[in-house]
């Protein structure tokens, strides 16, 4: 299997490669030449198997000859060992045709963990083998930082720099990334918000001089592994409900468009999906594109969902090149307007396409907070501000096709937005229970990108 750019003039790679690579040389997303498909066969053989060998099936057919075999599937048996729940990713009824999705039951409570515990356990295998090092620079609006440093602390092949938007994530959040006290993991708090850190990050990647220099990766969802090991719940969880026998459709908290994305490859793999609804919350841009077919950039409102406080979606440029037939030229013209003019047309082909697989919708911060309260008092589950967005859209999808909801973050990560809504503080798990005992190590950024490369350089 072979890797190629959504902009179409960067090196064609490896899936070792490219998840060694991060972001292309071109500014583009990898994406695989094809994408392997299932019969409905193979989807139902899939009923009863455990989380891990529904993710060995889904996976190994875009690997290559990265892990042999039987390599891969002990990565898969090491990445999900610690989490809290036997079914990995356990769904819920909430209503008798809506589920809950629960994504957090991994080591950092959040949705992240999913991916980042599989891709720590593959770049430490690939990286050992091939006696190299690496320096791993990631954005993040809390959740993505967080599950970076638990993977990825203390293994001797990696650097890890995450770069935060300083006083923009919760108090756990931040505390998941500066608790931390291996020397490998850095922390940095950076002036602005997560599309700023974001910008940095990709800036770092096109300085071909410092990316070759420290021998820079990328563990944020424009890595393709990323993405991948995502798409595995979909399968697990539409599988449990009947496919491929029945239809279900999912209703995804969308920021940086990875997760819901994962789910449109699930259903280009075959995966019997209706609709994939993204749900924002008030930084809308996803759901206004849809709308108007205008992607227009907005400044980031901080709301109480603020790992989605995004405008600039990363890999909305993924489903847009398929979107546009595959159309690498098409794609770059596109994003030099967004980078020119912070926003661009979508073509009337590409809108319509977009349209017959994603539908949208957005919850006000007020809505936000009644979906918690509602779902508290009625169905006894208390969400987190994320999953509370999904509900609150996933709720103007409903029909005769089972809907399911990925509740993405665990709520005591932002107890003070569901103790506000619900009245009740959602206690730690008794593992982190001392999290706001422990010492924190932060690194203040007030500059730009070329005082965080110094840091990097000085660090590693
Ligand atoms: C808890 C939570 N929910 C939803 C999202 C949105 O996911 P994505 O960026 O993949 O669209 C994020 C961040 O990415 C998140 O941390
Ligand atoms: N919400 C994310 C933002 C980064 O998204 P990613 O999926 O591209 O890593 C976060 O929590 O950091």
Redesign the pocket.
């Known amino acids: 299997m072979k890797y190629h750019s959504t902009r179409g003039n960067a090196p064609v790679l490896t899936f070792e490669q490219a998840m060694l690579t991060g972001l292309a040389r071109d500014g583009g997303l990898y994406l695989p030449e094809t994408i392997p498909t299932f019969s409905k066969a193979d989807i139902a053989a899939m009923a009863g198997l455990s989380y891990e060998e529904i993710a060995f099936r889904v996976m190994r057919p875009f690997t290559g000859d990265t892990f042999t075999d039987e390599k891969f599937a002990d990565l898969i048996a090491k990445a999900y060992a610690g989490f809290g729940h036997a079914a990995r990713a356990p769904l819920v009824q909430v209503a008798p045709n809506h589920f809950l999705l629960e994504l957090f039951h991994g080591p950092t409570l959040?949705f992240?963990d999913f991916?980042m515990q599989l891709i720590g356990q593959m770049f430490e295998f690939a990286l050992k083998r091939n006696g190299e090092r690496v320096t791993i620079v990631?954005?993040?609006?809390?959740?993505?930082?967080?599950?970076?440093m638990e993977a990825f602390r203390g293994l001797e092949a990696v650097d890890l720099f995450i770069l935060?938007p300083h006083g923009r994530?919760s108090d756990v959040?931040r505390r998941q990334m500066t608790t931390p006290s291996e020397a490998n993991v850095h922390a940095l708090a950076v002036d602005g918000d997560?599309d700023t850190c974001?910008a940095a990050v990709k800036d770092m990647f096109n300085d071909f001089d410092f990316r070759d220099d420290v021998r820079l990766a990328g563990?944020?969802?424009?890595n393709w592994a990323?993405v991948l090991a995502q798409v595995v719940y979909y399968f697990s969880s539409a599988v449990s409900l009947g496919a491929p026998h029945r239809e279900v459709s999912f209703t995804v908290p969308t920021?940086?468009f990875?997760?819901i994305f994962a789910g449109y490859i699930a259903k280009q793999m075959g995966l019997t999906i209706d609709k994939l609804a993204i749900a924002t919350n008030q930084n809308d841009i996803l759901h206004r594109t849809l709308e108007t077919g205008v992607y227009s950039t907005e400044g980031v409102k901080p709301s109480i969902s603020p790992?989605?406080d995004?405008q600039v979606s990363?890999?909305f440029e993924r489903a847009l090149y398929y979107a546009y037939g595959s159309d690498g030229a098409a794609i770059a013209q596109q994003m030099d307007e967004l980078k020119q003019s912070g926003a661009f047309t979508v073509s009337q082909g590409a809108i319509s396409a977009l349209r017959d697989t994603f539908a949208s919708g957005r919850a006000s911060e007020g809505e936000t907070a009644a979906a918690i309260t509602r779902y508290h008092a009625d169905h006894g589950e208390l969400l987190c501000p994320h999953s509370a967005v999904g509900v609150h859209v996933a709720e103007g999808h409903l029909g005769a096709t089972p809907m399911i909801t990925l509740a993405t973050a665990h709520p005591a990560k932002f107890p003070n937005a569901v103790e506000a809504a619900s009245g009740v503080f959602p206690a730690l798990p008794a593992r982190m229970a001392d999290l706001f005992e422990r010492d924190e190590r932060i690194t203040r950024v007030t500059g730009g990108v070329s005082d965080i490369k110094t840091i990097i350089k000085d660090r590693i």
């Not at 990631?138 to 970076?148: F, K, V």
């Not at 563990?219 to 424009?222: D, R, W």
Request: zero cysteines.
């Open positions: 959040a992240k991916a990631g954005a993040t609006s809390g959740d993505t930082g967080s599950a970076a935060y994530v959040q997560f974001q563990v944020n969802s424009i990323r920021g940086n990875g997760d790992s989605m995004i990363s890999n």
